[in-house]
């Protein structure tokens, strides 16, 4: 108890020594209890040092804004260490503390890690401080990475051990300039990560961030954009605030960023950022009812203050990355019923009870107001955030507790570990066991640092070590702002772990509508992306014919391979479709209805021919002439058939021929007829007989029959057809159809036919005087006429309808062949059928007079007659004699 009691009288004379040589004030470094090892501590219990940006003398520096989280976190420390001495950890060996307060500035921070090195009110200053042997073994803290930063400078040369509980700076990692810095959290490296993995996640590509205006803010700025770039992330802006927010001009540079966030396409806005900003700069997007989602990072994830503000529902979703949470055993009911120890000096507990429960004028009236009006028609100041609605009601604030700060009991988690970290190293370094400690407690700081480097031990299940860079190797949590009951709770959503890709992401607490953030729209499967000057704004294009894309934002879109083909806009390459006139379609079936009637129509005909064949209406028709007619006609329907179905290399070199060479021999056949009534109108006696003697029906029909197949046969030799596959990039379709080759044979054979049924015209024009009885000429007119006109239209058709060529030509032959029937064969089977009366030679030659009486003289009406009669005669004599002789 002696030894204790000079303890104590030795760190209240060190206090008083530190307040009188620089004049001090108490309540900034303020918080101590005396120990055989004392660890130092600095806290920013205050936010904010006034006329920092007006400070023109090295005079004291003035805090304000109690801050109650970092309050928690420092409290957490003491009950640590209050926790470790009622343990067997340490054995005869007793922790005490120091605790400072940095007010949230770098400056400040190093004034108070200057009075922490000190003795007697001074520090030494030498060249080696190998044998340095400082009060302060260890410090816990600082906060922030801008202040942890500027203090590391001074405790690197004693090599004091600097455990951060929560500065996350990259830069903090690099052991040649901040050899005795560590951190019970990982670092801003991973940090960054962990929020570009989080945005990837979700699918946002274009988001904004905002950061303290600081070496912390502008190298974790920098670290996220680097990850978001390989992630295929964009940023639409970046802004830095000032992190000293006692600046005269803060408010506009608030009002600026706010502006920035308004206007922006940006829906997914990154902080990394000090939660007494993040508070300024959300009051000011509550007033313009601005909503987006934010990323929080860790210096405010899970900061009470901001999440205690009026409608912060309003500000948008909210995720936070946070240092993996844990649970500190007790400590709730620490801060239920706070007092400092028994041997301990604690004025920031003061401070804090008297803030929250001393009766002010200010509360009262505030009280007054709110019981007149209501909540929004009173002014509630920052102080009166803190003060407890029954703070009136307490006669002594010393001793009045509540469960106000159990709110803040997230974040200490990392704070008691640091105090953990040095317990075991000091266990390790003064040799203790489970009854006493057998090192010496008056040792240098580097020893301390040695040994903390190395501790490995198990806390709440999971192990815990430095790396080589002095950090934690723990992950983060996920946590999402929910609102319950009207407060808002830091659910754990999501998990990073360090050794492994990506965020495991708890969707089911998560809500179902989260806004996208995109510069453009997502580009559908069929599309691709058209970047213009930033990656991730750009315009969405179809993929061209021949190519395709089958997922969604792809860069490029992926060509077809063999014989596959895609239309632009596709999502996968298919086979083209192969497309000719097909059976089973309408127009075939009509064609081949139609072609098969003819066939029938042609058979009866020739069943009608046979009966009648000795009389005059068959004779007059050409006799035997007629079955040629028909069985030519037949071939040229039957070709029909070969129009239709999927072309190969014999079906198109057939087809034409055998029409070509029918319809040749149908017209040779007409043209005999045509011919002969010529003959019968040649008055010249010598030119009718020149002209008799060529006049052989059969070599006739031969000889023009020979010179088509002549042609045919060239055709086929030199400029065959042959099947052709017609593809275009617009559709996908084959188009599979005979080539005539140069169209040249094809042209010569429809102009041959042509020729001769032009002759054939201009001779049964020359004679279409003879008398109408039994008179073709019109018939054999009006015929070619029609042939002329259906393939002179053709013509034009076949050139202009590539795809449809097989079913215009089959069109035309049907006409053609039609005009045949109609025109020669069905007139005769009329008079056969019902006009039997007249179909004799008497009636025939009755009417034959009768008829050219009136044109002619009776003598060569007579000698027409006869020469018509004397021909058919002929010409069934010689079909008699061939018979016999066959």
Not at 313 to 319: H, R
Not at 592 to 611: N, Q
């Amino acid at each position: 108890m002696c030894s204790q009691f000079h303890v104590l009288v030795l760190g209240c004379a060190l206090l008083m020594n530190l307040v009188a040589s620089c004049d001090y004030p108490l309540d900034v470094c303020g918080a101590f209890a005396p120990g055989d090892v004392i660890l130092g501590g600095l806290y920013p219990c205050h936010s904010n040092v006034g006329m920092l940006d007006n400070r023109t003398q090295p005079d004291n520096f003035q805090c304000s804004e109690f801050g109650v989280r970092s309050f928690v976190r420092m409290l957490a420390m003491i009950y640590t260490i209050e926790t470790i001495n009622e343990s067997n950890v340490l054995p005869g060996i007793k922790l005490g503390y120091m605790i400072c307060d940095t007010c949230s500035d770098a400056t400040k921070a190093i004034q108070s890690a200057d009075l922490l090195l000190s003795k007697n009110g001074s520090r030494e200053v030498k060249c080696s401080y190998t044998r340095s042997v400082p009060t302060v073994k260890a410090v816990i803290g600082a906060q922030y990475s801008e202040e942890s930063i500027a203090v590391a400078k001074l405790f690197n040369l004693h090599l004091i051990p600097q455990i951060s509980p929560t500065s996350s700076a990259s830069v903090l990692s690099d052991k040649v300039r901040y050899p005795s810095f560590l951190r019970t959290i990982p670092s801003d490296v991973h940090q960054t990560k962990a929020v570009a993995e989080l945005v990837a996640r979700f699918k946002w590509n274009w988001v904004g961030v905002i950061a303290n205006d600081d070496d912390y803010g502008k190298s974790a700025v920098q670290s996220f954009v680097a990850n978001a770039e390989k992630l295929g992330i964009c940023i639409a802006f970046q802004e830095l605030i000032p992190a000293y927010i006692g600046l005269a001009d803060i408010i506009n540079k608030i009002k600026n960023v706010a502006d920035k966030i308004q206007n922006s396409s940006a829906n997914v806005i990154v902080g990394f950022l000090k939660s007494e900003l993040v508070i300024k700069l959300f009051t000011e997007l509550l007033e313009r009812n601005v909503s987006k989602t934010w990323i929080a990072s860790d210096s405010w994830s899970a900061a009470r203050d901001v999440a205690s503000m009026y409608n912060i529902n309003k500000v948008g979703n909210i995720f936070g990355i946070s240092f993996q949470l844990g649970n500190i055993q007790g400590f709730d009911e620490y801060l239920k019923n706070l007092r400092p120890g028994p041997t301990a000096i604690n004025n920031f507990i003061e401070e804090y009870k008297r803030l929250r429960f001393e009766c002010t004028d200010e509360f009262v009236n505030y009280t007054q107001c709110v019981t007149a009006s209501s909540e929004e028609a009173c002014t509630l100041t920052d102080s009166l955030k803190l003060k407890s609605p029954m703070a009136c009601n307490y006669t002594d604030p010393s001793s009045a507790n509540d469960d106000f700060l159990l709110s803040n009991i997230d974040v200490t988690y990392s704070s008691h570990l640091a105090v953990r970290v040095v317990a075991h190293a000091l266990r390790k370094l003064l040799k203790c066991n489970d009854t006493a400690c057998e090192g010496d407690v008056d040792f240098p700081p580097w020893q301390l640092l040695k040994e903390i480097k190395e501790v490995n031990f198990s806390q709440d299940d999971s192990l815990f070590y430095f790396d080589k860079n002095g950090d934690s190797a723990n992950g983060y949590d996920l946590i999402y702002w929910t609102m319950v009951n009207g407060q808002i709770k830091f659910k754990v959503v999501g998990k990073y772990k360090l050794n492994k890709p990506g965020m495991e992401v708890d969707e089911s607490f998560i809500p179902d509508v989260i806004p996208e953030s995109r510069c453009s729209e997502s580009c559908k499967p069929g599309t691709i992306k058209k970047v213009s000057n930033i990656s991730c704004c750009y315009s969405c294009i179809n993929c061209l014919e021949g190519t395709y894309s089958d997922k969604w934002d792809m860069a490029d879109c992926v060509s077809c391979s063999g014989k596959t083909w895609s239309l632009s806009g596709s999502t996968q390459c298919r086979n083209k479709t192969d497309m000719y006139l097909q059976w089973d379609q309408g127009y075939a079936i009509v064609l081949v209805t139609f072609g098969s009637l003819g066939i029938v129509l042609l058979f009866i005909i020739a069943v009608i021919y046979t009966v009648n064949l000795k009389t005059p209406a068959v004779k007059a028709a050409g006799g035997n002439l007629c079955y040629l007619i028909v069985a030519s006609l037949m071939l040229s329907f039957c070709s029909i058939g070969l129009f239709i179905g999927k072309p190969n290399k014999y079906t198109c070199q057939i087809r034409q021929p055998l029409y070509g060479i029918s319809f040749t021999v149908c017209v040779s056949c007409i043209l005999v007829k045509s011919f002969r009534t010529f003959l019968a109108f040649v008055h010249n006696s010598q030119v009718q007989a020149k002209l008799r003697k060529i006049y052989k029906p059969l070599l006739i029909i031969l000889f023009f029959t020979v010179i088509q197949g002549v042609i045919c046969t060239m055709w086929l030799i030199f400029d065959s057809p042959q099947v052709d596959e017609i593809s275009t990039s617009q559709t996908m379709e084959v188009l599979i159809q005979c080539s005539e080759g140069s169209n040249v044979g094809f042209g010569i054979m429809l102009s041959y036919i042509g020729l001769l049924a032009f002759i054939c015209f201009v001779l049964a024009f020359k004679g279409r005087k003879i008398p109408h009885a039994y008179n073709e000429t019109g018939y054999i007119i009006f015929s070619m006429l029609v042939y002329l006109f259906v393939w002179i239209c053709f013509i034009p058709i076949y050139v202009t309808k590539s795809e449809q060529r097989s079913a215009v030509q089959a069109s035309a032959i049907l006409a053609s062949d039609y005009g045949i029937i109609c025109c020669h064969l069905i007139p005769k089977c009329y008079i056969m059928l019902f006009k039997k009366e007249a179909n004799n030679e008497q009636k025939y030659m009755h009417r034959v007079r009768q008829s050219m009486g009136s044109v002619f003289s009776v003598e060569a009406a007579m000698a027409t007659a006869q020469t018509l009669l004397r021909d058919r005669k002929r010409w069934h004599e010689s079909l008699r004699k061939r018979r016999g002789s066959w």
